[in-house]
């Protein structure tokens, strides 16, 4: 079977080292998702922000990391993707999920659950319906989702959950291999994003610009 291979940090040299750089400086670490996306290192460098502010606080996103991780966790756990639902679990338990908590998200009862306030459980309830794309055929759903929340915040829901959507699927389709114990851990030190951070990349992203950037392969 023939597999993609990661890009270790001790191999990464030029524009992957400097990925690599930034995304523990966001993340806290490298993890695998990264190691292979740094195959496309342009691809990641616009990824990388996104990605860490949309999942985090601090960084311009308006949820609390808390309300993300219901919605990455239940997102997950129906796509059945291992790695995204390992690292998530444990973030939510940094950001106050608790074990009992995960368990009802699991499962499809979790509106009648006392262990979640009114606001949770809509969220758990859009990131359902969101990855089973049914609200076009149930549209009263987004009404009741948005009883418990402002516009701005059912955009960052839906973006939240349609990115690990797309998360859920590379990690699978791509074979991306499960990360140590102890780094899916450390994931959480990585509770908060500095904003400081974030203007720094940017910063540094443009200070840096290439001169051409890569073209189309053909296609023949």
């Not at 001790?10 to 992957?16: F, L, N, P, Q, S």
């Not at 996103?61 to 790695?83: D, F, H, P, Q, R």
Request: charged content about 25%.
């Amino acid at each position: 079977m023939s597999e993609l291979q990661k890009i270790e940090p001790e191999d990464a040299v030029g524009e992957v080292a400097e990925l690599y750089k930034a995304v523990t400086v966001m993340l806290g670490r490298v993890p695998n998702f990264y190691r292979f996306l740094a195959h496309s290192p342009m691809v990641a460098k616009m990824l990388l922000p996104f990605n860490a502010v949309m999942q985090r606080q601090g960084g311009g996103s308006i949820l609390t990391t808390k309300i993300k991780e219901l919605v990455v966790i239940k997102t997950s756990k129906i796509n059945g993707c291992a790695y995204c639902y390992a690292h998530n679990t444990s973030l939510g338990r940094a950001a106050g999920i608790s074990e009992e908590q995960v368990l009802v998200i699991d499962g499809d009862d979790f509106m009648n659950s006392e262990l979640l306030s009114p606001r949770e459980k809509a969220a758990v309830l859009w990131a359902e319906h969101v990855t089973r794309n049914t609200v076009r055929d149930h549209p009263e759903i987004r009404d009741q989702v948005r009883e418990h929340f402002t516009d701005a915040e059912m955009v960052e829901l839906t973006l939240i959950s349609g990115m690990f959507n797309m998360f859920n699927r590379f990690m699978d389709c791509m074979g991306v291999p499960m990360d140590t114990q102890q780094d899916i851990d450390s994931i959480q030190g990585s509770l908060y994003l500095d904003p400081d951070n974030v203007r720094a990349y940017f910063e540094h992203v443009a200070a840096n610009w290439p001169d051409t950037v890569p073209g189309p392969n053909p296609d023949t």
